[in-house]
T-cell receptor, first 116, second 112 residues
Framework: EAGVVQSPRYKIIEKKQPVAFWCNPI?????LYWYLQNLGQGPELLIR????????DSQLPKDRFSAERLKGVDSTLKIQPAELGDSAVYLC??????????????FGEGSRLTVL | GNSVTQMEGPVTLSEEAFLTINCTYT??????LFWYVQYPGEGLQLLLK?????DKGSNKGFEATYRKETTSFHLEKGSVQVSDSAVYFC???????????FGIGTKLQVIP
């Protein structure tokens, strides 16, 4: 069974440029998460989807960040424009839907962003 | 709100040494507690979990006991191996697993 797939693994951009990250969760996982991980810190939730609905986006900086999960499967996280402080690893995770959730999150390998 | 506090690393141990990584939490209600591990170049993966007070989670020789009275979930292993070198994250979830809060992670380096 394939795990959570993220791309790109690495991205280097100039500040004020846009960037997008893509995530394909494990098949059958209804819940999808985007986390931000700064160097030396733990993951911090940006947004959580139940199927195609964003049920928790309270930590997403909506002035420059956006996300979508149009068909309730894969998801895209976008930053426009990027700032120097956005340099971090963006993690995608998935889990079984709320009614079947065991609490285990399955993570992708992350997308490392460097903003110059 | 919920929070997790874990000891800062890095922790450097010789092979076969005893490991303890401390983790304490603050949460409303009755959270579930987790330890995740991130090996070099890989994504985070669940190591073990405990869902109620006094439960002990175990996996790969690692153990952690849910202590409600001290709000702790310390990770232990009796004899570490070089292959255990990784970053370990303590985490909790509440609200039916919907919100997961992570600690800052503790890097473990095991030397031969």
């Amino acid at each position: 069974e394939a795990g959570v797939v993220q791309s790109p693994r690495y991205k280097i951009i100039e500040k004020k440029q846009p960037v997008a990250f893509w995530c394909n969760p494990i098949s059958g996982h209804n819940t999808l998460y985007w986390y931000l991980q700064n160097l030396g810190q733990g993951p911090e939730l940006l947004i959580r989807y139940e199927n195609e609905e964003a049920v928790d986006d309270s930590q997403l900086p909506k002035d420059r960040f956006s996300a979508e999960r149009l068909k309730g499967v894969d998801s895209t996280l976008k930053i426009q424009p990027a700032e120097l402080g956005d340099s971090a690893v963006y993690l995608c995770a998935s889990s079984l839907g709320a009614s079947r959730n065991t609490g285990e999150l399955f993570f992708g390998e992350g997308s490392r962003l460097t903003v110059l | 709100g919920n929070s997790v506090t874990q000891m800062e690393g890095p922790v450097t141990l010789s092979e076969e040494a005893f490991l303890t990584i401390n983790c304490t939490y603050t949460a409303t209600g009755y959270p579930s507690l987790f330890w995740y591990v991130q090996y070099p170049g890989e994504g985070l993966q669940l190591l073990l979990k405990a869902t109620k007070a006094d439960d002990k989670g175990s996996n790969k020789g690692f153990e952690a006991t849910y202590r409600k009275e001290t709000t702790s979930f310390h990770l232990e292993k009796g004899s570490v191996q070089v292959s255990d070198s990784a970053v370990y994250f303590c985490a909790l979830s509440s609200g039916g697993y919907q919100k997961v809060t992570f600690g800052i992670g503790t890097k473990l380096q095991v030397i031969p």
